[in-house]
């Protein structure tokens, strides 16, 4: 790889990390000249299914962040050395069939942190203040029809002295868990394994923590055995009136199950990044439920967070062209 052909670098879903069109680059966006700089570039704004194998067949290095890459298309890319996700999830990419082929994959680990549980509280105070329908509300007239000073749409919900209950407790959660703390919330935590925290934390089982939380907040990865997580029998065992935050993917949360909750006022309000299925078809349970928030998978594209990204994304490439690959989630280090 170190020799004067230069590596042939494709990127399948570029515009998710940064816009290439000239008319949409700016400083808000990261640039993709530090990728080009370690090798020749190909970068494709979206590829689809039928697009894949043609537009990769010569590369040594795919880039992607959406973009699966399964058995076969391993099977079909004789030339491929490495794979980088331009995410810290992996569920993309079949990790075992890299790993039969001896080709190095790496992730983006810790760039959206802040982001993300900044987004959860976004989504927490939007639940509790009601900030969107208020502001429509006024925007429409009604503050200066109203008869009084001031009016409200809705009831709305103080944070502080209520209990946060987080399901797993990596670092976005540990960040979410300072916020509540600062907030005065009581932290509530269900983990894998205990970890040192930097707030004060309550250590439950699972089913202990749907059923004492009044917000619930999803933070463990998409496994089998984490699919449908949040099913009619846990929503059946949280408080009348609990909320549940979804920000980490949405496979996590039975759909169905949460829309039947909402319109019949067992689960008070659901707010979410991630829906399981991006975008939603139409149709889908969560879309037009009462009391729901939801953005679409935007949690960890601040302008901060992808320049982050990007940063990250040229040290994984250039520490896997000298030999030396890092943030390997496959456990191979080297194909040569």
């Given amino acids: 790889m170190n020799g004067s052909i230069p590596p042939q670098i494709v990127v399948l879903d570029g515009h998710t990390l940064s816009p290439i069109s000239p008319g949409e680059i700016s400083a808000a966006h990261p640039s993709w000249n530090g990728v080009a700089e370690l090798g020749d570039l190909t970068i494709y704004p979206r590829t689809a299914p039928s697009e894949l194998l043609e537009r990769c067949r010569d590369a040594d290095l795919i880039l992607t962040n959406k973009v699966p890459l399964d058995a076969a298309a391993f099977a079909a890319l004789p030339k491929l050395r490495y794979v980088g996700v331009t995410a810290t999830g992996t569920n993309i990419i079949d990790l075992e069939a890299a790993t039969a082929r001896a080709i190095p994959v790496s992730n983006i680990p810790g760039y959206s942190t802040p982001s993300v549980a900044q987004h959860v509280f976004a989504l927490m105070f939007e639940l509790a203040a009601r900030i969107g329908p208020t502001d429509a509300a006024v925007k429409a007239g009604e503050w200066q029809r109203s008869p009084d000073f001031c009016f409200t749409v809705a009831p709305f919900t103080e944070l502080a002295g209520k209990s946060l209950g987080l399901v797993g407790f990596g670092a976005i959660a540990q960040a979410v868990a300072a916020i509540g703390h600062a907030l005065g919330m009581k932290i509530l935590v269900h983990s894998r394994s205990e970890k040192p925290s930097t707030v004060p934390v309550t250590w439950l089982s699972m089913d202990e923590l749907f059923q004492q939380a009044d917000v619930v907040s999803l933070h463990c990865p998409l496994a089998p055995e984490t699919s449908n997580l949040v099913n009619e029998a846990r929503i059946n065992r949280m408080k009348p009136g609990a909320w549940l935050i979804n920000t980490g993917r949405g496979p996590l949360?039975?759909?169905?199950?949460?829309?039947?909750?909402?319109?019949?006022?067992?689960?008070?309000?659901?707010?979410?990044?991630?829906?399981?299925?991006?975008?939603?078809?139409?149709?889908?349970?969560?879309?037009?439920?009462?009391?729901?928030?939801?953005?679409?998978?935007?949690?960890?594209?601040?302008?901060?967070?992808?320049?982050?990204?990007?940063?990250?994304?040229?040290?994984?490439?250039r520490s896997f062209l000298d030999g030396k690959p890092v943030h390997i989630v496959n456990g191979v280090k080297s194909n040569v």
């Fill in 253 to 317: 949360v039975d759909e169905m199950a949460t829309s039947k909750a909402l319109r019949e006022n067992r689960l008070g309000a659901f707010a979410a990044d991630v829906l399981t299925t991006e975008p939603p078809v139409k149709g889908n349970p969560l879309i037009g439920a009462p009391n729901t928030v939801i953005t679409p998978h935007i949690a960890w594209a601040s302008v901060e967070a992808r320049h982050r990204l990007m940063e990250i994304l040229v040290e994984n490439v």
